[in-house]
Every structure is written in C-alpha cells, then in structure tokens.
C-alpha cells in the first residue's frame, strides 16, 4: 500500500514535470492594457488572427505605461495601447512605429446610484469634475500611468482642478488595473473615470452606474506599432507586422466591430478614418 | 452569502467537467511550482545541511540572511527576476521574460532560501544526535551533508511542501516574470486575480477554492507518505 | 587475515585535556599493546569517556600527543562504539555497509562483509528491517556490527552495556569476547567491576583525570598498587 503510494507520487510528480513544453508554435508578444484584455476582446480577436496566420498572439496586459515601458526594454514585439501623446513620445524617441490608429472606444464617468455630486445627465465631464471637486465627493483615480490615468488627468486639466489637492481625502489613487480600481470604486461609492469595454464586461458594479457619457473629450484612441528592431533585434519583425496589417486590414477591423457584449460593440474600428478631434 | 454560494456551485462544475481551459492553468500552476520546487530542492537543502553542519566564517551572516530571505516578497523577487531576464537585462538574449521557464526561476529564487532556512533547522537537531558518530566513521562536514539530507528525507518533506505551499500561492512573481499570458503563463493564483480584476468574484473564488483542493491533495498525500515512511525510519 | 602491519602499539605521551580552563585529564603516560581487551575503569567523573575520545581522535588533546605505530591512515583502523548507539535511519543492512562505503571498500565487497559483521552479532534474520525500531540491545550489537565490519586495529567502547539489561550485555560480552579472539585489539570503559574482571587482559584505573594504575588485570584485581585502586575495588565512594 505503501509502495503503491510512493510509486504513484512519485509517477505525479515526474509527470508534471514532464508535461512537454506547450508546442514551440510561431508567436508574438504584445504588450497591451488592462482594458484590451479585460474587456475580452482579444479573447475574441486573437483566435480569429491565430486561425488565419498560424500564428499565436501572447498578450501581457498592463497599464499603457508600463506596457510601453516594455516595449522600450524590447521584451514585446508589438505594442497595442491607449495613450496618444505617450505613444507619439515613444515613436519619436526611436523605440518604435510607426504607429497606426485601430479602433476607439470612449470613456465614461461612472458614479454610485445616489450620485452625492448632482452630475447624472451631464454631457460636460469639466463641469462634472469640478462638481465632484467642491462636493469633495469620493473618487478613485487609476494613479499607474495608464492610458485612462493619462486621460483623467487631463480632463481635470480642462476642468481647471487640481486633484492632487483631495489626495488623501477624497481623491483616491490606487495603483491598479481597471478591473481593481472598479472594484475599490463599487466598494466606496466612488466616482471613476473607466473605458466603457471593461465597465460593460465588469461583473461587481453593485451601486455603480454611468453617469456621464457622450462628451467628445471621452473619446478613447487605440493605437498599434512594431517595437524598433534596430533597437531591438529580437524583435519578430515579420509576424510583428503581419498583426499589425491584419489589424487594420478589412478583416481586423469587421472583427474588432464584431465583438460584443450583450448586443453592444464595445469597440469601433478606425484605421482608415482621421482620428476625430477632442 | 449569496457570491460564496455560487463560487461553491462555479467550482464543483470546474471538477466535475474538468473544464479544459482550467485543466490546463491547473497544469500548468502544478508543472511551474512542482519544477520550481525540484530545483530551489537542489540547492536550497545542500545549502540548508552545509549551514546545519560546518563552522565556517558568515555562517552566521548567512543564516541570518537566509531567515531574512524567508520574507522576500513575491513582486521584488519577480522584479529581479524580471530585469535579469528582460531583453534589456544581462540574461536578455535567452530570450525567457513572458515564459514558463522565467516563472519557474523566479519561484526556485523565491522558495530556496525558505527551504535552506528550514532544512538547516532540521538537520541541526539530527547533526547534534549524528556528529560524534558519523567524524568516528570518518566523515568530515562535506560527506556528512548527504548523510543528513537522506536520512532526513521523511522530515525534509515536510519542508519541501512549505516551499510548494508558497511557491504554488504566491502571485506577484509570476506576474511580473510571465505576465499572465493567457493559455501559456497563466496560472491559477493569475487566474484568480485576472477574474478579480473583473470583478467576477465568484469566479475569482471558485478558482481559489479548486487551488486550495489541490493544494489541500499535495499535502495529504505528503503527510501519509511521510508519516508510514517515518513510522518506519524512526 | 589481519594484514601484519597495524597502528599498535599506540602511546599516549603526556595527554592532557582542559575544557574551559579545567582540567580534565592531566599527564597521561599509557601505551596499549595489541591482545587481551584494556578495560578502563575509575569513578565517575575520572576522565575515562574523555581519554577514549582523544586516543579515538573525537577529541584535541590541549597537552601531550598520541603516537600510532606507523601503518599508512591510522584514522580508518580504529572505530569506536558509544553508550547510546546513534543509528542512522536506515535500515539494520544500511547502517552496517554506511561506514564500508565511507573507508572506501570497493562496492562488490561491502554488501558480503556487512552481512558477514551482522552474522557475528546475531542480527543477519533482521537484516532488512528499520534500525531504530530495533530494542536497546539489538541496537547496541548493531553498532558493534557497524564497527566490526570495518576490521579495525583498535575498536573502543565507551560503557557499551550501561544502559543494557543482563541479557544483553551478556550478548555484548560475548561479541567482544569473540571480536578480541580475531585479533581486534579491544579498549572499553567500564563502571562494572564484574564485567571488568570477565573482560580485562589489562586495566587502566584512572581518578581525578589522574592515570593511577596500567596493570595485568590478574595483578590488579588482586594487589592494586595504589590505595584509590583498592578503596575502588572494595566499593567505596572513591572522590
């Protein structure tokens, strides 16, 4: 009985360590966000990619920031993020492009139920910032140098508010992906600025609903670029570029528009369309 | 009540219809740990009987690091772990940040000073009762290591499991070094907090919860092996 | 059998031994010659654990030095067997052939001269069961086996039966009876007057860290030379 556990154990163990390494099939790795990849889109994207190149998409999702921190350090091949100005920097520093416009999505301004700042309804998010300023409202701030992060700073820019001031009040900056902040926001009765993919794919909003919504200064720009392999010459240039093409080839973008959820595109293809103006 | 409730139904299917995608992060979570384990092994015990065993000058630094090493955090050893491996980094051109092969070094790093530290404590106890005997048999501090790590083997288990334990829990090294790949570096605690990111708590859960049946398994089957095994060593 | 060169005589030349600025052992002359087993006796507290364990080298001496007769690593002939066995956790074969791998006796040879050693003590039927599951006796004639499988020059005893019933040191006596008359040479301390006197081709009396008396045991079991000896042999609280 003994020896018959031991041999099995010991069968286990060996086993597991000789599961064969997950077939060396041609990949990438991109690096991306939170809301990409929590939204679920390239849960649906990549399969259909995959099926018509053969090759596999490895995707590490991250704040807009640190993704391009990534790139810069050439351990990505391709770099598929929300945060133009930060991606125009990385572009003319020589880390990467060019860059290519994909598809956008918008913000919106969730807030709890019983809205304490008076802002449901608002279409000008300025005019809804500096409410939630002077009734010291409660408000959850990504603070990780993400693409949203980069956003909401400067919508508080246009509001004429200086956030930093409610720190520690009733400014709350976590540190987190989308899906955490949200979850502190539903925990606080918190306003948050969030992407409207992973606000429609998120599950525990309990007293969290949209409050503002529609102002041209939401809109949400997605770009894509190849990471320099000059810089970098590990960098897979040829599968690199070929998602990028099928990114904003016809077939891409009826693919990015053809996610949704519970009958809502969450994301609106755009390579070929001027980028509208904010 | 009502989200534990429906984690328990969301985990019990994910046994009972072995569910492919979490059979392979449940897979994948064992051949990282298990792998990581086996290696901090290696060096962590020899390491471990060494310190238990010889006089030797920083003995004393070293046992004292390694009880501080004990309490590494997971992110700061993912973060080393990471700017070694990063293309940018010195061991860049292996080309290993974003695999299982980096989520398996960042863990060993983790979980080898845990398991020097405790194989030490161990192996003092039984190095106090063997010395006398084993330097009249001839056996200098070096022959003597082996000596106690096999006949220590049933009580090293017990520390091999310590080191699984932490290895298979922790979530901030293997995030940082394989970024949660999905099909490919994600594993059950990234898993977990992918579905907590969310917001889909009970999932999140569920899957905690069929973490800690497998966990919960490992070390049973450990303590029965290494209770008759140790009823037998005496 | 034995082959002709052996580190015997061994000479102790002014031995001394001091633990925390005390003395223990003082000036210790003693040479042991090969044949008849040397029993060590003296009270309590004499030093005679302390002088098995540096003629044995488990010890520095902090005076004087031991003198082998010049046979190549005397280390590995001699071999030494403690009042409470350590076993290793193995099984009763595993720790006869543990000390034939460390001497280095080639791997063909060990398994048949373990068994060989195990047969002399009677414990070949249990050959593969756990050592330390074993009573006291059987354990304390599993370390005589252990030992006795290396073939040594010297084998020494430190108080082997003191923790033994009768029938066991019985057992006990009869192996080293049996390892004396093959020619191993046997040193041992005991605080059993008896077994002493079964023993004893020659005896060592020691007090107060002092060497007091090394004598033919009929001699001095008969007409110790030195009053300690006697008040000793008459069952007094000698201190």
């Known amino acids: ?278 | ?234 | 059998m034995r082959a002709p060169d052996t580190i015997l005589p061994l000479t102790a030349e002014g031995l001394g031994f001091a633990r925390n600025g005390v003395d223990i052992l003082c000036d210790v002359f003693l040479t042991i010659e090969p044949g008849a087993p040397t029993l060590i006796i003296g009270p309590n507290g004499a030093g005679k654990s302390v002088l098995l364990r540096l003629l044995h080298g488990l010890l520095d001496p902090t005076a004087g030095r031991i003198v082998y007769a010049p046979a190549p690593e005397p280390r590995r002939r001699q071999a030494m067997v403690f009042q409470r066995p350590v076993l290793l956790r193995r099984s009763v074969l595993g720790n006869a052939l543990y000390p034939l791998a460390l001497a280095g006796v080639p791997r063909g040879e060990r398994d048949a001269r373990a068994r060989a050693a195990l047969a002399l003590v009677g414990l070949e039927a249990l050959a593969g069961r756990p050592a330390r599951r074993l009573s006291g006796g059987e354990q304390q004639r599993l370390a005589l086996a252990r030992a006795a499988a290396l073939n040594p020059d010297v084998l020494f005893l430190d108080e082997p039966c003191a923790s033994l019933d009768p029938a066991a040191t019985r057992a006990v006596e009869q192996i080293v009876t049996a390892l004396a008359a093959r020619g191993t040479k046997i040193v041992m301390t005991t605080h059993d007057l008896g077994q002493a006197r079964r023993l004893a081709g020659d005896v060592v009396f020691l007090h107060r860290g002092r060497l007091l008396e090394q004598t033919p045991a009929e001699v001095f079991f008969t007409e110790p030379e030195t009053p300690e000896a006697a008040a000793f042999l008459q069952g007094q609280l000698v201190w």
């Open chain 2, 1 to 234: 009540m009502n989200d534990l409730g429906s984690a328990l139904t969301t985990a019990a299917s994910m046994v009972t219809t072995a569910d492919p995608a979490v059979v392979q992060v449940v897979l994948l979570s064992l051949r990282v740990s298990l792998t990581a384990v086996a290696i901090a092994a290696l060096v962590g015990l020899p390491l471990g009987a060494l310190l238990a065993v010889a006089q030797f000058p920083g003995r004393r630094v070293m046992i004292v690091a390694l009880n501080a090493l004990m309490g590494l955090p997971p992110v700061v050893c993912g973060l080393l772990v990471y700017l070694l491996l990063s293309r940018s980094g010195p061991l860049g051109p292996l080309g290993l940040l974003f695999t299982p092969t980096a989520m398996v070094i960042a863990q060993a790093v983790l979980i080898a000073p845990i398991l020097a530290a405790l194989a030490r404590q161990l192996l003092e106890g039984m190095w106090e009762e063997y010395s006398e005997q084993l330097r009249s048999f001839g056996a200098g501090p070096w022959r003597a290591v082996p000596t106690l790590l096999w006949d220590g083997r049933y009580a090293l288990l017990t520390v091999l499991l310590a080191g699984f334990g932490r290895a298979s829990a922790e979530v901030g090294a293997v995030m940082i070094v394989g970024g949660n790949i999905d099909g490919f570096t994600r594993v059950m605690t990234t898993a977990i907090a992918l579905e907590t990111s969310k917001g889909d708590l009970p999932l999140a859960l569920a899957l905690g919860m069929v973490l800690m049946a497998i966990v919960l398994t490992v070390n049973a089957a450990a303590q029965v092996l290494r209770d008759s095994s140790a009823r037998w060593a005496g």
């Open chain 1, 1 to 278: 009985m003994l020896k018959t556990l031991r041999r099995t154990l010991l069968a286990v163990f060996l086993g597991a360590l000789a599961l064969p390494a997950l077939a060396q099939e041609r990949s990438i790795t991109v690096a991306s966000t939170t809301s990409t990849e929590q939204s679920g889109l390239f849960g649906y994207l990549l399969p259909i990619f995959t099926q018509a190149s053969g090759i596999t998409v490895r995707v590490v999702a991250l704040g807009t920031g640190q993704a391009l921190d990534v790139g810069r350090r050439g351990d990505a091949d391709v770099l598929f993020v929300h945060d133009r100005v930060a991606e125009t920097r990385f572009v003319t520093e020589g880390y990467g492009g060019p860059r290519h416009h994909v598809m956008f999505n918008d913000f919106v301004l969730i807030g709890p139920a019983a809205d304490p700042a008076h802002i449901a309804g608002l279409r000008d998010t300025a005019e809804a910032l500096r409410r939630i300023a002077a009734a010291a409202s409660p408000f959850v701030s990504r603070g990780d140098r993400s693409g949203t992060h980069a956003a909401e700073l400067r919508l508080w820019v246009q509001a004429g508010v200086d956030p930093v001031q409610g720190r520690g009040a009733w400014y709350r900056e976590v540190g987190q992906g989308m899906g955490p902040a949200l979850n502190a926001a539903a925990a606080q009765n918190a306003y948050i600025l969030a992407d409207r993919g992973t606000w429609l794919a998120f599950r525990n909003r309990q007293e969290l609903k949209i409050v503002v919504e529609g102002d041209a200064r939401l809109f949400n720009q997605y770009g894509v670029m190849l990471v320099s392999p000059q810089r970098h010459p590990s960098v897979k240039v040829v599968d690199g570029q070929r998602f990028i093409d099928w990114l904003i080839s016809p077939a891409g973008q009826t693919a990015i528009a053809g996610y949704k959820i519970n009958g809502e595109q969450l994301f609106f293809p755009n390579a070929t369309q001027p980028e509208p103006v904010s």
